[in-house]
């Protein structure tokens, strides 16, 4: 959903970052360097302004006729940042054609590509320098991007007690789904390192992921008071808060952060939450640009596509995705099962059954609402509509206001022949979309039908008359009212089906159904009339039959003396 890895350091204020790899670079080889002589540089880089870094720095390259090397690391320190890894490549490549190049810059390099999403590429640069701490970080993440296991076994034996070896760790951990791992990780170097306040934020971050959402505010407060305008950090407070509470709760955070920066905030990653916050407002626009460097962008753009009932679209993000969360697992099945329904591919369907039953019958999600889930969804694509109620059943307390609940639970009671509760669950569908589907409307009327309300599914199809789905609506009145004896709705369906098409089968019904309304109007079972309605019917036929029956009819009705209900 809403967290990623931002791409420059997580550590907007103090601290050290486990995440940029390049961070190594400007504490031991600039360390040995001077600063170019700019006291504004200098403040710049200390409040991590790396726009007016990169301005001064371009302002200092342009007044030289040859910059000097250090004038271009640190602008290329700066644009990797600044999340410019493109341009901070440009200028270490640039730096590497000298003959006197350090090898360093290679790594440098590397974490340029790394950040770019060429793990590969990234990987060949790491390896054209010696062995070191940085450059084992560096392929240590590669491996996994790549999902080299062996590699990254062996690269995790070569990991020392170093504090970035350990964070670098923590980082695999967190990408990893392990997050308890993680966070004792990242406990163990608050405790030694008090003045680190930014491990705060990574610890809120795996309780966030833990579905601690109080505690994850609770730990995220220590660093907030610190630097209550830091971007990621008022970030993560708004995602927490999207799940305790709801997206207004949640865009209030972020409305805070921008009043306090004095208008919107250029971020990607909360461009990409309030989003999420605004229930997919904006989703074209936002998402796409960046499924390659926010993970979440790519499954809330899926989650988009199948709310819009695009399953082909939600299908072609997730079709390649290996899920390793509950969450990743849950979003492939719903696609795979909503596109093979949609394609009617029965492989597709079996598929998303394993992963809901996947998901279902894990020691961690098998006695969580979304675990009950999927084992109902896992039932009722394998149309075991007993086992799915019972599944349902114990989650209702908890999901009786969704649309989404109540439509699945009243389709599996109607499945199931539970008619009269189906009835009822069905009603409670508020949403529109839901409403006005033809499924939604066919069960109902089967419903309706099968609960001794014909008139209600007739006046559905009146409403519907002339759309793509009347044809089908008037099948399944026909035959359902027939075969539950409500003859006079059955006759009206079978009269319209055959003017439509004239098929032997439907003249049939026709015939059968007026023949069965006469019968229920002599043991008493209809109203008389029901009669007139029938011979109208009859008498638009022109089957040789009709005569004969109708004169049935009429002689019944004389003898009656019910005339008035039937005219001669």
């Excluded at 060429?118 to 991007?145: G, M, V």
């Excluded at 009347?470 to 409500?486: G, H, M, R």
Aim: one cysteine or more; charged letters at 25%.
């Amino acid at each position: 959903m809403i967290l990623s890895k931002a791409r420059s350091s997580v550590s907007s204020h103090g601290g050290r970052s486990s995440v940029s790899a390049h961070g190594d670079r400007a504490r031991s080889s600039h360390g040995q360097r001077s600063k170019p002589n700019v006291t504004a540089l200098s403040r710049c880089l200390e409040l991590r302004d790396y726009t007016g870094a990169i301005v001064l720095l371009n302002f200092k390259r342009q007044e030289a006729s040859k910059p000097h090397e250090t004038t271009l690391e640190w602008l290329g320190y700066c644009h990797f940042h600044h999340g410019e890894h493109d341009k901070a490549l440009d200028l270490y490549r640039e730096l590497l054609e000298s003959p006197n190049a350090e090898l360093d810059l290679h790594l440098y390099a590397s974490a340029c590509l790394f950040y770019m999403g060429l793990y590969q590429e990234a990987e060949e640069e790491a390896l054209k320098c010696p062995e070191s701490a940085l450059q084992t970080r560096i392929l240590f993440h590669c491996a996994h991007r790549m999902n080299d296991e062996e590699k990254l076994m062996k690269l995790h034996d070569k990991l020392g007690e170093t504090v970035e070896d350990m964070l670098s760790l923590a980082s695999i951990h967190y990408l990893r789904g392990h997050y308890q791992e993680a966070t004792d990780i990242y406990k163990q170097q608050f405790a030694e390192n008090r003045e680190w306040l930014a491990l705060n934020v990574y610890m809120a971050l795996c309780y966030y992921n833990l579905d601690y959402h109080d505690v994850s505010l609770e730990v995220l407060n220590n660093y907030l008071q610190v630097y209550p305008d830091s971007a990621l950090g008022v970030n993560l407070k708004a995602c927490n808060n999207f799940k305790l509470y709801n997206g207004k709760v949640a865009e209030a955070d972020i409305k805070a952060l921008e009043n306090a920066c004095g208008g919107e905030i250029e971020n990607e990653l909360v461009r990409h939450n309030q989003v999420v916050f605004r229930n997919g407002e904006g989703a074209l626009q936002v998402f796409p640009p960046v499924v390659d460097i926010l993970p979440e962008a790519r499954l809330n753009l899926a989650i988009y596509y199948l709310k819009s009932n695009q399953a082909e679209e939600a299908y072609e993000m997730i079709k390649s995705m290996e899920p390793s969360t509950p969450q990743e697992y849950i979003l492939k099945a719903v696609t795979l099962a909503m596109y093979g329904q949609e394609t009617g591919s029965a492989e597709l369907l079996k598929h998303a059954h394993q992963l809901f039953q996947l998901v279902g019958t894990s020691a961690s999600e098998c006695d969580t609402i979304p675990g009950r889930q999927c084992m109902a969804s896992c039932f009722f694509l394998l149309k075991q509509f007993d086992d799915a109620i019972i599944y349902l059943k114990s989650i209702k307390s908890y999901s009786v206001n969704s649309d989404e609940f109540n439509w699945n639970y009243g389709i599996a009671k109607a499945a199931n022949g539970e008619f009269q509760e189906a009835e009822e669950i069905l009603h409670m569908v508020c949403s529109e979309r839901y409403r006005s589907s033809y499924m939604y409307i066919a069960w109902l009327c089967r419903c309706y039908i099968m609960n001794g309300k014909p008139r209600g599914a007739w006046e559905h199809y009146l409403q519907l008359e002339g759309s793509d789905y009347s044809f089908s609506l008037l099948l399944l009145i026909a035959n359902d009212c027939y075969k539950s004896s409500q003859y006079l709705y059955a006759a009206k369906a079978f009269d319209i089906l055959e003017r439509i098409d004239e098929c032997t089968d439907y003249w049939d019904g026709v015939r059968g159904a007026c023949i069965g309304v006469f019968q229920n109007i002599i043991f008493g079972k209809e109203p008389k009339e029901h009669l007139g309605e029938i011979v109208s019917i009859l008498r638009s036929a022109s089957h040789p039959q009709v005569e004969y029956i109708l004169r049935v009819m009429q002689k019944w009705a004389k003898d009656k003396g019910v005339i008035p209900y039937i005219s001669v």
